[in-house]
């Protein structure tokens, strides 16, 4: 199989995986958030066979915050991100986008291009590929597979991988084939995949999970840096990691907030603790 073959047979496959891909746009129509709120989420409810999967949740997350969304498994997580990503519809509610943008008016494709990026817990890079392709791919998008392989990279676009390259810390990887990564050097590299597309909005679902304490650090700050000029919204189980990132902590409990507040405030949550922390907290 030609090179090009096997490039465009592999960004099909991310396609086919269920990726949210985030197609860059060339005019991404203005989140508004002069009120300095980006997520607006009121009273959503979501019901799969009777089961309330979330049940009548609040949320509202800051422009440029960098939010840890922590609960026991089954509280609505996973649920929570289907939604505001377009993959699940909710029963009743509403999804805003900063003051002018209805997520659910749009469906998946729709939000990613609205600049809501969304990190699964498995990575999913181009193996054969370089870390440098993997960037000037996802920058470009799937519709510029093409392109990307035939094409000069303007003078703004590598800017822009050199800038992702910086921020992940993969420069001097660039060369190197993905699938050559460790375990962390790929969920920083697909992190920089959705970063290319400069997204408003980060969703990152256990980032941490399988890594070294090393790549755990590395991960800590690599997410502290991104927030003020992205909102990233992280789900993580491991209670040492999101005390190292936190700011503000919500706790989902049966498909609803439970507590809000800092690590310390949550942690000494009564109800959190019952439900949640145990003897841990
Ligand atoms: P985890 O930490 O284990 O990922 P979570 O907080 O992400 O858990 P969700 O995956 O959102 O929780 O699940 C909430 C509840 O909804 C669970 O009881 C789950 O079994 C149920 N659920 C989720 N998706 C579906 C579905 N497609 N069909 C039926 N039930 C579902």
Redesign the pocket.
């Known amino acids: 199989m030609s090179p090009i073959n096997h490039f465009a047979g592999q960004a099909r496959e991310l396609m086919r995986r269920d990726t949210t891909w985030p197609f860059l746009v060339t005019r991404r129509r203005p989140v508004d958030v002069s009120k300095d709120i980006i997520l607006y989420l009121e009273e959503l409810n979501v019901s ?2 009777g ?1 309330k ?1 979330l049940n009548n949740l609040n949320l509202y997350v800051n422009d440029g915050e960098l939010r840890c969304l922590i ?1 026991a ?7 929570l991100m289907d939604v505001i990503t377009g993959k699940t519809a909710c029963d009743s509610g509403s999804a805003w986008f900063g003051q002018n943008i209805d997520l659910l008016a749009h469906d998946e494709a729709e939000i990613a291009g609205l600049g809501i990026g969304r990190k699964f817990q498995k990575p999913t890079v181009f193996e054969a590929h370089t870390v440098f392709d993997n960037l000037e791919l996802s920058l470009r998008g799937y519709r510029g597979v093409w392109r990307a392989l035939t094409a000069k990279l303007s003078g703004p676009e590598r800017d822009r991988i050199e800038e992702v390259l910086s921020v992940i810390g993969l420069e001097d990887a660039r060369y190197q084939s993905a699938g050559a990564l460790s375990h962390g050097q790929k969920q920083w590299l697909e992190i920089g995949m959705l970063l290319a597309a400069e997204p408003r909005l980060l969703l990152v679902d256990e980032p941490v999970a399988g890594m070294t304490a090393e790549e755990t650090e590395r991960t800590a700050e690599l997410l502290i840096s991104l927030a003020g000029k992205h909102t990233v919204i992280v789900v993580e ?1 491991d209670m040492e990691f999101v005390r190292s990132i936190a700011r503000t902590v919500t706790v ?1 409990h049966q498909g609803a907030v439970l507590a809000e507040g800092t690590m310390d405030q949550v942690q000494n949550n009564r109800d959190v603790i019952e439900v949640y922390l145990g003897e841990d907290a």
């Open positions: 799969f066979d089961f999967a609960g498994n089954g509280a609505g997580k996973t649920t189980h989902l």
